[in-house]
Nanobody
Framework: VQLQASGGGLVQVGGSMKLSCTAS????????MGWFRQPPGKEREFVAA????????RYADSVKGRFTIPRDDAENTIYLEMNNLKPEDTAVYYC?????????????????WGQGTLVTVSS
């Protein structure tokens, strides 16, 4: 499994940004894809996850109402649409994948990871 993340960069407080993550290397029915982030000097934390069919999604409380995770099934791609960004959203963002149906929030439950992409929210 390969996960290719893209997007990221510098954005001002209150702005928006969209990250993408494309999966390849196998078929992806029955998997969970998630987004995690690691703020500077902090532990990696859960952001959002969805089932591959998009029917179930889960968000961290800190991003509810501001972030969404749409998907493009044909392109094996999920996105992280981030709105009303805050300085505390500054982090390296990672996409991850696991087999199964549970929307785990622990990074230890995800064996496959993309490379991180830095999002910096400037005030």
């Amino acid at each position: 499994v390969q996960l290719q993340a893209s997007g990221g960069g510098l954005v001002q407080v209150g702005g928006s940004m969209k990250l993408s993550c494309t999966a390849s290397g196998r078929t992806f029915s029955g998997v969970i894809m998630g987004w995690f982030r690691q703020p500077p000097g902090k532990e990696r934390e859960f952001v959002a996850a969805l089932t591959w069919d998009g029917r179930r999604k889960r968000y961290a409380d800190s991003v509810k109402g501001r972030f969404t995770i749409p998907r493009d099934d044909a392109e094996n791609t999920i996105y992280l649409e981030m709105n009303n960004l805050k300085p505390e959203d500054t982090a390296v963002y990672y996409c991850a994948l696991r087999d199964g149906s549970l929307l785990h929030t622990s990074s230890q439950e995800y064996p496959w990871w993309g490379q991180g992409t830095l999002v910096t929210v400037s005030s």
